[in-house]
């Protein structure tokens, strides 16, 4: 069974930091393409980065140079650091396998990330 549990999220200021974490059970990261995307309000959810095999990141352009995703094979787990974040970061963020998300399946309930002075 697919679990998927996000957490890290909260209040930061433009130009500060966060990381977000990822604990996954019933998917192989090792092996799947992992993924984060988040859902602004009163918008759909998009897609912010994937991470595969290689463990080489890939993002949108929105937050190129500022978002890195990363992967702990050993313990399940995918991060996303969030660096420099902006007022448009806001929104909540969510973990998936590329392969469920794109089948709209297995959502976790995501974690709050408000960018606000």
């Known amino acids: 069974q697919v679990q998927l549990e996000e957490s890290g999220g909260g209040l930061v200021e433009p130009g500060g930091s966060l990381r977000l974490s990822c604990a996954v059970s019933?998917?192989?990261?090792?092996?799947?393409?992992m993924t984060w995307y988040r859902q602004a309000p009163g918008k759909q959810r998009e897609l912010v980065a994937h991470?595969?095999?290689?463990?080489?990141?890939n993002y949108v352009d929105a937050v190129k140079g500022r978002f890195t995703i990363s992967k702990d094979n050993a313990k399940n787990m995918v991060f996303l650091q969030l660096n420099s974040v902006k007022p448009e970061d806001t929104g909540v963020y969510f973990c998936?396998?590329?392969?469920?998300?794109?089948?709209?399946?297995?959502w976790g309930q995501g974690t709050q990330v408000t960018v606000s002075s």
């Open positions: 991470i595969g095999n290689s463990g080489s990141g």
């Open positions: 019933g998917i192989d990261i090792s092996t799947d393409v």
């Open positions: 998936n396998a590329l392969r469920l998300a794109i089948r709209g399946k297995n």
